[in-house]
Nanobody, 122 residues
Framework: QVQLVESGGGLVQAGGSLRLSCAAS????????MGWFRQAPGKEREFVAA????????YYGDSVKGRFTISRDNAKNTVYLQMNSLKPEDTAVYYC???????????????WGQGTQVTVSS
């Protein structure tokens, strides 16, 4: 069992930055691939970024490529999402997720956090 808790969301102006964190419980965090997804009101959940268990492979959605960076610290059981050059269309609830195996871009992860709100004002 893995429990995930996101933090770092908030209100920011367009062009600004935020860093989201996702703290995981359990001693097997290093075995899990991690992902970030987001969901805006009335829209489907969207893939944002993912990182392999070792951190050696990263994946990004087209809409965030070049602006967002995913990273992880297995010693701290934490995955991060650095978000730069934020746009109003980045406004959404951001979810952290963990899986042992599976396609990184597909929202069929084993465990999910409760989400953190990111609001970007124009």
């Amino acid at each position: 069992q893995v429990q995930l808790v996101e933090s770092g969301g908030g209100l920011v102006q367009a062009g600004g930055s935020l860093r989201l964190s996702c703290a995981a419980s359990g001693r097997t965090f290093g075995s899990y691939a991690m992902g970030w997804f987001r969901q805006a009101p009335g829209k489907e959940r969207e893939f944002v970024a993912a990182i392999s268990w070792s951190g050696g492979n990263t994946y990004y959605g087209d809409s965030v490529k070049g602006r967002f960076t995913i990273s992880r610290d297995n010693a701290k059981n934490t995955v991060y999402l650095q978000m730069n050059s934020l746009k109003p269309e980045d406004t959404a609830v951001y979810y952290c997720a963990a899986q042992l195996a599976g396609a990184p871009r597909v929202p069929e992860y084993d465990y999910w956090g409760q989400g953190t709100q990111v609001t970007v004002s124009s």
